[in-house]
């Protein structure tokens, strides 16, 4: 059980009778998720803080199954991982971008089953030793109703080589690369896996998806770079990011004539290129 209000909120579990109990919220209006295994999520919005007979009735959750196979034999994929995710229009980056779960499978026909959370717009999110990763739309679920079996075709991945440099073209050593044209901030909480360079600077991307890529990198003491690749299954790209010196920027925070001492500064940070801004 999940209660969320802005960047206020909490988590517990349920007991055995089912019941709930979510305390040391603050005061305010709340949008409280329920998520169970084997069930369908429900949420329920605008619940005061401080409420009570907050209930949820569960339903079963729908069963999406099917198999992966490779693209180019048919043949079955007999190791592999899914995830379905919220929304039809999930891309790659997003959700590698993400603390996505994962469920991994193992199995000689490259079969599957997994439980549909929500009964709206959904996404099924593969990726597989060698392969690039895959995101399919699912068919819309009608409740009570089996959902035909998919198949999903898997491409061979990318290998994207390249480096990491500053305006003088010197390596730099420990910068952090991911997929995804993403704000420094976000980047430098490491909210992905990111693929750290080695001392001249290099790096090595593997199981890339086909098509064009971002690429983003930072380091501490650097501003952020990107850079486009074009990807070919089962081929190599070679790609250099250029990172340039950080400035720095200096707050006071006043009210009125006073300053104020302790209060919490955030700064976001953006990738400007050709006149946007990302």
Do not use: W
């Not at 979510?22 to 409420?51: F, K, N, P």
């Not at 971008?97 to 709206?120: C, H, L, W, Y």
């Not at 480096?163 to 995804?180: F, K, L, N, Y």
């Not at 299954?233 to 920027?249: D, F, M, N, Q």
Request: aromatic letters at 4%; proline letters at 4%.
């Amino acid at each position: 059980v999940t209660m969320t209000s802005g960047p206020h909120g909490g988590e517990t579990r349920t007991l055995l009778e089912g019941t709930y109990i979510c305390s040391g919220l603050t005061e305010g209006i709340y949008r409280v998720t329920v998520t169970a295994d084997g069930y369908a999520r429900q949420a329920l919005d605008d619940i005061l803080a401080g409420s009570t007979d907050v209930d949820f009735e569960l339903a079963p959750a729908d069963t999406v199954a099917g198999r992966v196979i490779d693209g180019e034999t048919k043949k079955p994929v007999g190791e592999f991982s899914i995830a379905i995710v919220r929304g039809a229009y999930a891309s790659v980056e997003s959700l590698l971008n993400r603390r996505v779960p994962m469920k991994s499978f193992v199995d000689e026909q490259g079969r599957f089953n997994a439980d549909r959370i929500d009964n709206g717009p959904a996404s099924i999110f593969v990726v597989a030793p060698g392969y690039a990763p895959s995101v399919t739309k699912l068919a819309d679920s009608v409740s009570g109703e089996a959902e035909p079996e998919i198949e999903i075709a898997l491409d061979r991945g990318a290998r994207i080589v390249g480096r990491v440099v500053d305006a003088s073209g010197a390596p730099i050593a420990d910068a952090e690369v991911v997929q995804g044209r993403i704000q420094l901030d976000e980047l430098l909480k490491t909210s992905t896996k990111p693929v750290l360079t080695d001392a001249e600077g290099k790096f090595l991307m593997e199981d890339v998806q086909i098509g064009t890529i971002t690429l983003s990198a930072t380091r501490l003491g650097y501003s952020g770079g990107t850079v486009q690749v074009e990807t070919e299954a089962g081929e190599s790209t070679t790609t250099e990011i250029v990172l340039g010196a950080a400035g720095g920027i200096r707050v006071i925070a006043r009210s009125g004539t006073s300053n104020i001492v302790g209060a919490n500064v955030s700064v976001s940070a953006h990738i400007q290129t050709g006149g946007n801004t990302f």
